[in-house]
Protein backbone atom coordinates (compact mmCIF):
# COMPACT_ATOMS: atom_id res chain seq x y z
CA UNK A 1 0.00 0.00 0.00
CA UNK A 2 1.22 3.20 -0.80
CA UNK A 3 0.20 7.15 -0.61
CA UNK A 4 3.60 8.80 -1.31
CA UNK A 5 1.87 9.69 -4.72
CA UNK A 6 -1.57 10.79 -4.88
CA UNK A 7 -2.36 13.15 -7.53
CA UNK A 8 1.46 13.92 -7.58
CA UNK A 9 2.43 14.40 -3.92
CA UNK A 10 2.17 12.60 -0.85
CA UNK A 11 -1.14 11.97 1.14
CA UNK A 12 -1.25 14.55 3.57
CA UNK A 13 -3.19 12.61 7.00
CA UNK A 14 -3.32 14.56 10.24
CA UNK A 15 -3.60 12.46 13.46
CA UNK A 16 -5.00 13.31 16.66
CA UNK A 17 -3.41 11.20 19.66
CA UNK A 18 -0.72 10.02 17.06
CA UNK A 19 2.00 10.16 20.17
CA UNK A 20 0.01 7.31 21.90
CA UNK A 21 -0.17 3.50 21.69
CA UNK A 22 -1.84 2.59 18.67
CA UNK A 23 -1.80 6.46 17.28
CA UNK A 24 1.99 5.55 16.88
CA UNK A 25 1.87 2.33 15.41
CA UNK A 26 -0.33 4.27 12.83
CA UNK A 27 1.94 7.18 12.23
CA UNK A 28 4.56 4.58 11.94
CA UNK A 29 2.76 2.41 8.88
CA UNK A 30 1.56 5.96 7.73
CA UNK A 31 5.01 7.15 7.49
CA UNK A 32 6.11 3.63 5.45
CA UNK A 33 3.71 4.00 3.59
CA UNK A 34 4.68 7.42 1.87
CA UNK A 35 2.20 9.56 3.65
CA UNK A 36 3.24 13.24 5.06
CA UNK A 37 1.87 12.69 8.90
CA UNK A 38 1.25 15.42 11.58
CA UNK A 39 0.55 14.00 15.25
CA UNK A 40 -1.67 16.29 17.23
CA UNK A 41 -1.19 15.03 20.72
CA UNK A 42 -1.60 16.72 24.50
CA UNK A 43 1.24 14.01 25.89
CA UNK A 44 -1.23 13.59 28.58
CA UNK A 45 -0.47 9.82 27.72
CA UNK A 46 1.40 9.70 24.47
CA UNK A 47 5.11 10.07 23.85
CA UNK A 48 7.66 12.37 22.04
CA UNK A 49 9.56 9.82 21.30
CA UNK A 50 7.31 7.15 19.98
CA UNK A 51 6.56 9.65 16.76
CA UNK A 52 8.32 7.97 14.30
CA UNK A 53 7.30 9.74 11.33
CA UNK A 54 6.35 13.52 10.59
CA UNK A 55 5.93 16.46 13.02
CA UNK A 56 4.42 16.82 16.42
CA UNK A 57 2.15 19.66 17.25
CA UNK A 58 1.64 19.32 21.35
CA UNK A 59 -1.83 20.45 21.31
CA UNK A 60 -5.07 19.62 22.91
CA UNK A 61 -8.41 19.08 21.26
CA UNK A 62 -10.66 21.74 23.93
CA UNK A 63 -8.07 24.02 22.33
CA UNK A 64 -9.75 24.97 19.92
CA UNK A 65 -8.04 27.68 18.22
CA UNK A 66 -4.88 25.79 18.31
CA UNK A 67 -6.34 22.51 16.77
CA UNK A 68 -8.02 24.56 13.94
CA UNK A 69 -4.82 26.15 13.32
CA UNK A 70 -2.56 23.13 13.23
CA UNK A 71 -5.43 21.84 10.67
CA UNK A 72 -5.66 24.54 8.20
CA UNK A 73 -1.30 24.76 8.41
CA UNK A 74 -1.38 21.46 7.51
CA UNK A 75 -4.19 21.54 5.15
CA UNK A 76 -4.78 17.63 5.52
CA UNK A 77 -6.70 15.06 2.77
CA UNK A 78 -7.38 12.53 5.56
CA UNK A 79 -7.74 13.24 9.68
CA UNK A 80 -7.57 10.15 12.12
CA UNK A 81 -8.82 10.38 15.77
CA UNK A 82 -7.31 8.33 17.89
CA UNK A 83 -7.10 10.79 21.26
CA UNK A 84 -9.46 9.28 23.66
CA UNK A 85 -9.45 8.54 27.26
CA UNK A 86 -9.94 3.83 26.92
CA UNK A 87 -10.73 3.04 30.66
CA UNK A 88 -13.50 1.00 31.28
CA UNK A 89 -13.52 1.48 34.92
CA UNK A 90 -11.85 4.83 34.91
CA UNK A 91 -15.39 5.79 32.54
CA UNK A 92 -17.69 4.18 35.43
CA UNK A 93 -16.30 6.11 38.08
CA UNK A 94 -15.56 9.87 36.64
CA UNK A 95 -18.00 9.21 33.21
CA UNK A 96 -18.12 12.76 32.53
CA UNK A 97 -14.68 12.77 32.06
CA UNK A 98 -15.05 10.58 29.24
CA UNK A 99 -18.16 11.93 27.54
CA UNK A 100 -16.10 15.46 27.34
CA UNK A 101 -13.05 13.72 26.21
CA UNK A 102 -14.31 11.40 23.80
CA UNK A 103 -17.44 12.76 22.83
CA UNK A 104 -17.52 16.44 23.08
CA UNK A 105 -13.75 16.91 21.56
CA UNK A 106 -14.13 14.28 19.06
CA UNK A 107 -17.47 16.90 18.04
CA UNK A 108 -14.94 20.01 18.10
CA UNK A 109 -12.86 18.13 15.77
CA UNK A 110 -15.23 17.10 13.59
CA UNK A 111 -16.52 20.98 13.44
CA UNK A 112 -13.55 22.09 12.52
CA UNK A 113 -12.92 19.95 9.66
CA UNK A 114 -15.93 20.12 8.52
CA UNK A 115 -15.77 23.69 8.43
CA UNK A 116 -12.18 23.37 6.68
CA UNK A 117 -13.57 20.62 4.10
CA UNK A 118 -11.87 17.44 5.02
CA UNK A 119 -13.71 14.97 3.70
CA UNK A 120 -12.06 11.94 4.51
CA UNK A 121 -12.05 10.85 8.42
CA UNK A 122 -11.18 7.45 10.27
CA UNK A 123 -12.38 6.90 13.61
CA UNK A 124 -11.00 4.85 16.45
CA UNK A 125 -14.05 3.19 17.99
CA UNK A 126 -14.18 0.18 20.29
CA UNK A 127 -15.70 -3.06 20.63
CA UNK A 128 -17.39 -1.74 23.39
CA UNK A 129 -19.96 -0.20 21.93
CA UNK A 130 -21.60 -3.34 21.79
CA UNK A 131 -22.28 -4.00 25.15
CA UNK A 132 -23.25 -7.90 25.69
CA UNK A 133 -23.82 -9.02 22.71
CA UNK A 134 -26.14 -11.88 22.14
CA UNK A 135 -24.62 -13.84 18.93
CA UNK A 136 -20.98 -14.43 19.37
CA UNK A 137 -18.58 -13.42 17.06
CA UNK A 138 -20.59 -10.20 17.45
CA UNK A 139 -20.96 -8.51 13.82
CA UNK A 140 -21.33 -4.82 12.94
CA UNK A 141 -24.99 -4.39 12.49
CA UNK A 142 -25.23 -6.51 16.48
CA UNK A 143 -27.31 -3.71 18.28
CA UNK A 144 -24.92 -0.85 20.38
CA UNK A 145 -25.81 -1.63 23.52
CA UNK A 146 -22.86 -0.29 25.55
CA UNK A 147 -22.93 -1.50 29.69
CA UNK A 148 -20.10 1.62 30.26
CA UNK A 149 -19.36 5.32 29.65
CA UNK A 150 -16.31 4.77 27.80
CA UNK A 151 -18.67 2.38 24.97
CA UNK A 152 -21.62 5.00 25.34
CA UNK A 153 -19.00 7.77 24.49
CA UNK A 154 -17.77 6.13 21.76
CA UNK A 155 -21.18 4.82 20.41
CA UNK A 156 -21.94 8.75 20.08
CA UNK A 157 -19.23 9.64 18.50
CA UNK A 158 -20.12 7.19 15.79
CA UNK A 159 -23.43 8.86 15.65
CA UNK A 160 -22.30 11.88 15.22
CA UNK A 161 -20.46 10.65 12.17
CA UNK A 162 -23.01 8.79 10.80
CA UNK A 163 -25.10 11.65 10.79
CA UNK A 164 -22.88 13.97 9.47
CA UNK A 165 -22.20 11.34 6.20
CA UNK A 166 -26.09 11.14 5.54
CA UNK A 167 -26.41 15.18 5.67
CA UNK A 168 -22.67 15.87 3.46
CA UNK A 169 -22.06 13.43 0.72
CA UNK A 170 -18.93 14.96 0.79
CA UNK A 171 -17.66 13.55 4.20
CA UNK A 172 -16.62 9.94 4.16
CA UNK A 173 -15.68 7.52 7.21
CA UNK A 174 -14.90 4.40 8.69
CA UNK A 175 -15.57 3.80 12.42
CA UNK A 176 -12.99 0.93 13.19
CA UNK A 177 -14.56 -1.15 16.42
CA UNK A 178 -11.13 -2.19 18.09
CA UNK A 179 -11.07 -5.56 19.89
CA UNK A 180 -8.25 -5.90 22.18
CA UNK A 181 -5.29 -4.58 20.95
CA UNK A 182 -1.70 -5.74 22.16
CA UNK A 183 1.32 -6.58 21.37
CA UNK A 184 4.08 -3.84 20.17
CA UNK A 185 6.22 -2.83 17.12
CA UNK A 186 7.91 -6.18 15.86
CA UNK A 187 11.44 -3.87 15.64
CA UNK A 188 11.18 -3.20 19.04
CA UNK A 189 10.95 0.64 18.85
CA UNK A 190 7.68 1.30 19.83
CA UNK A 191 4.70 0.09 22.00
CA UNK A 192 2.39 0.37 24.93
CA UNK A 193 3.54 2.53 27.43
CA UNK A 194 0.85 4.03 29.77
CA UNK A 195 1.76 5.61 33.04
CA UNK A 196 -0.67 3.02 35.16
CA UNK A 197 -1.25 0.30 32.93
CA UNK A 198 -4.05 -1.62 33.13
CA UNK A 199 -4.81 -4.25 30.07
CA UNK A 200 -4.39 -7.92 30.65
CA UNK A 201 -1.25 -8.71 28.64
CA UNK A 202 0.82 -5.41 30.02
CA UNK A 203 -0.13 -6.03 33.58
CA UNK A 204 0.95 -9.80 33.24
CA UNK A 205 4.40 -9.07 31.54
CA UNK A 206 4.82 -5.81 33.85
CA UNK A 207 4.51 -8.92 37.08
CA UNK A 208 6.87 -10.80 35.52
CA UNK A 209 9.01 -7.91 35.21
CA UNK A 210 8.51 -7.60 38.82
CA UNK A 211 6.88 -4.17 38.94
CA UNK A 212 3.95 -5.42 40.07
CA UNK A 213 3.84 -8.69 42.94
CA UNK A 214 0.97 -10.03 41.63
CA UNK A 215 -1.76 -10.15 39.29
CA UNK A 216 -4.85 -10.28 39.62
CA UNK A 217 -7.75 -12.29 37.63
CA UNK A 218 -10.66 -10.23 37.83
CA UNK A 219 -13.44 -12.58 38.08
CA UNK A 220 -13.75 -16.47 37.79
CA UNK A 221 -17.15 -17.36 37.85
CA UNK A 222 -18.29 -16.04 34.48
CA UNK A 223 -20.24 -18.26 31.76
CA UNK A 224 -17.30 -19.24 30.17
CA UNK A 225 -15.00 -22.16 29.79
CA UNK A 226 -13.11 -21.68 32.49
CA UNK A 227 -14.73 -18.98 34.33
CA UNK A 228 -12.80 -16.40 33.28
CA UNK A 229 -13.42 -13.22 30.59
CA UNK A 230 -12.74 -14.23 26.91
CA UNK A 231 -11.58 -11.24 24.34
CA UNK A 232 -9.70 -11.22 20.83
CA UNK A 233 -6.51 -9.88 21.04
CA UNK A 234 -5.47 -8.11 17.56
CA UNK A 235 -1.59 -7.17 17.20
CA UNK A 236 -1.46 -3.58 16.92
CA UNK A 237 0.50 -3.83 13.40
CA UNK A 238 -2.49 -5.45 12.20
CA UNK A 239 -4.66 -2.82 13.70
CA UNK A 240 -2.14 -0.34 12.40
CA UNK A 241 -2.83 -1.75 8.52
CA UNK A 242 -6.51 -1.70 9.24
CA UNK A 243 -6.27 2.14 9.67
CA UNK A 244 -4.53 2.02 6.46
CA UNK A 245 -6.70 -0.48 4.37
CA UNK A 246 -9.71 1.83 5.70
CA UNK A 247 -7.99 4.78 4.08
CA UNK A 248 -7.43 3.15 0.90
CA UNK A 249 -11.18 1.97 0.92
CA UNK A 250 -12.49 5.74 1.13
CA UNK A 251 -9.09 6.73 -1.39
CA UNK A 252 -11.20 4.35 -4.08
CA UNK A 253 -14.36 5.81 -3.72
CA UNK A 254 -15.81 3.73 -0.68
CA UNK A 255 -19.33 4.59 1.15
CA UNK A 256 -18.65 5.12 5.17
CA UNK A 257 -18.34 1.96 6.95
CA UNK A 258 -18.05 0.36 10.62
CA UNK A 259 -15.36 -2.34 10.60
CA UNK A 260 -14.86 -4.65 13.38
CA UNK A 261 -10.96 -5.16 14.15
CA UNK A 262 -10.63 -8.31 15.53
CA UNK A 263 -9.54 -11.84 14.75
CA UNK A 264 -12.45 -13.58 15.11
CA UNK A 265 -11.29 -15.99 17.77
CA UNK A 266 -10.45 -15.40 21.95
CA UNK A 267 -8.11 -16.54 24.55
CA UNK A 268 -9.71 -16.67 28.45
CA UNK A 269 -7.88 -14.42 30.78
CA UNK A 270 -5.89 -17.71 32.25
CA UNK A 271 -5.15 -18.89 28.44
CA UNK A 272 -3.40 -15.63 28.22
CA UNK A 273 -1.81 -15.86 32.12
CA UNK A 274 -0.61 -19.10 30.99
CA UNK A 275 1.12 -17.68 27.50
CA UNK A 276 2.87 -14.85 29.36
CA UNK A 277 4.72 -17.54 31.83
CA UNK A 278 5.34 -19.53 28.41
CA UNK A 279 7.27 -16.81 26.61
CA UNK A 280 8.41 -14.76 29.90
CA UNK A 281 9.78 -18.30 31.28
CA UNK A 282 8.44 -16.57 34.80
CA UNK A 283 6.33 -18.16 36.93
CA UNK A 284 4.52 -15.39 38.23
CA UNK A 285 2.19 -14.74 41.09
CA UNK A 286 -2.01 -14.38 40.06
CA UNK A 287 -4.76 -14.41 42.57
CA UNK A 288 -8.12 -14.77 42.06
CA UNK A 289 -10.51 -10.98 42.67
CA UNK A 290 -13.64 -10.11 41.68
CA UNK A 291 -15.12 -9.05 38.76
CA UNK A 292 -14.21 -5.52 37.91
CA UNK A 293 -17.07 -3.30 36.95
CA UNK A 294 -18.32 -2.88 33.25
CA UNK A 295 -16.61 -6.10 31.79
CA UNK A 296 -18.85 -8.23 29.55
CA UNK A 297 -17.92 -12.49 29.66
CA UNK A 298 -17.10 -12.28 26.25
CA UNK A 299 -16.18 -10.28 23.04
CA UNK A 300 -15.16 -11.52 19.73
CA UNK A 301 -15.08 -9.97 16.30
CA UNK A 302 -16.59 -11.37 13.36
CA UNK A 303 -14.20 -9.57 11.03
CA UNK A 304 -15.83 -11.27 7.51
CA UNK A 305 -16.99 -7.21 6.97
CA UNK A 306 -13.25 -5.57 6.29
CA UNK A 307 -12.20 -8.95 5.12
CA UNK A 308 -14.39 -8.71 2.08
CA UNK A 309 -14.78 -4.87 1.63
CA UNK A 310 -11.15 -3.91 1.96
CA UNK A 311 -7.65 -5.87 1.69
CA UNK A 312 -6.93 -6.10 5.13
CA UNK A 313 -5.77 -9.74 5.88
CA UNK A 314 -4.16 -10.47 9.31
CA UNK A 315 -0.62 -11.54 9.35
CA UNK A 316 -0.27 -11.95 13.14
CA UNK A 317 -2.95 -14.29 14.72
CA UNK A 318 -1.02 -15.72 17.35
CA UNK A 319 -0.99 -15.02 20.92
CA UNK A 320 2.54 -16.25 21.28
CA UNK A 321 3.66 -13.90 19.23
CA UNK A 322 1.93 -10.98 20.26
CA UNK A 323 3.01 -11.32 23.55
CA UNK A 324 6.34 -11.82 22.61
CA UNK A 325 6.52 -8.48 21.29
CA UNK A 326 5.27 -7.07 24.20
CA UNK A 327 7.97 -8.68 26.06
CA UNK A 328 10.48 -7.38 23.78
CA UNK A 329 9.26 -3.98 24.17
CA UNK A 330 8.59 -4.19 27.86
CA UNK A 331 12.49 -4.58 27.54
CA UNK A 332 13.11 -1.48 25.88
CA UNK A 333 11.03 0.29 27.95
CA UNK A 334 13.41 1.78 30.07
CA UNK A 335 15.68 3.14 27.10
CA UNK A 336 12.33 4.73 25.98
CA UNK A 337 11.92 6.61 29.17
CA UNK A 338 15.33 7.66 29.00
CA UNK A 339 15.08 9.46 25.52
CA UNK A 340 12.10 10.62 26.87
CA UNK A 341 13.75 12.76 29.65
CA UNK A 342 16.36 13.64 27.50
CA UNK A 343 13.62 15.40 24.95
CA UNK A 344 12.33 16.72 28.27
CA UNK A 345 15.35 18.34 29.86
N1 LIG B 1 -8.01 -8.44 33.45
C1 LIG B 1 -7.59 -9.12 34.58
N2 LIG B 1 -6.56 -8.61 35.31
C2 LIG B 1 -5.91 -7.47 34.96
C3 LIG B 1 -6.32 -6.78 33.81
C4 LIG B 1 -7.37 -7.29 33.08
O1 LIG B 1 -8.17 -10.16 34.94
O2 LIG B 1 -4.97 -7.05 35.68
C5 LIG B 1 -9.12 -8.97 32.65
C6 LIG B 1 -10.29 -8.00 32.51
O3 LIG B 1 -11.18 -8.14 33.58
C7 LIG B 1 -10.89 -8.46 31.18
C8 LIG B 1 -9.67 -8.93 30.38
O4 LIG B 1 -8.64 -9.18 31.34
O5 LIG B 1 -11.73 -9.55 31.38
C9 LIG B 1 -9.16 -7.90 29.38
O6 LIG B 1 -9.05 -6.67 30.07
P1 LIG B 1 -8.25 -5.45 29.47
O7 LIG B 1 -8.25 -4.37 30.53
O8 LIG B 1 -6.93 -5.91 28.97
O9 LIG B 1 -9.09 -5.02 28.21
P2 LIG B 1 -10.66 -4.65 28.02
O10 LIG B 1 -11.30 -5.94 27.62
O11 LIG B 1 -11.17 -4.07 29.29
O12 LIG B 1 -10.64 -3.67 26.89
Redesign the pocket.
Known amino acids: MSFSNINGRPLRVFVTGGAGYIGSHVVKALGEAGCEVLTYDNLSTGNRWAVLSGNLVVGDLADRERMRRALKDFAPDAVMHFAAH????ESVRDPLKYYRNNTACALNLLEAIHDQGVGLYIFSS???VYGIPSQMPVAEDAPLLPINPYGASKMMSERLLADLALADPSFRYVALRY??V?GADVQGRIGQAYRNP???????LKTAKGEFDR?????DD?PTPDG????DYIHVEDLAAAHLAALEHLLEGGASDVFNCGYGHGYS?RE?VATARKVTGIDFMVED?P??E????E?VADNSRIVARTRWRPRYDDLEFIVQTAWRWEGALPEAQQLKKAQLF
Not at 215 to 219: A, I, P, S, T
Open positions: IEVATAAFNATHLITRALQVFGYTCIRVVARRGDPPL
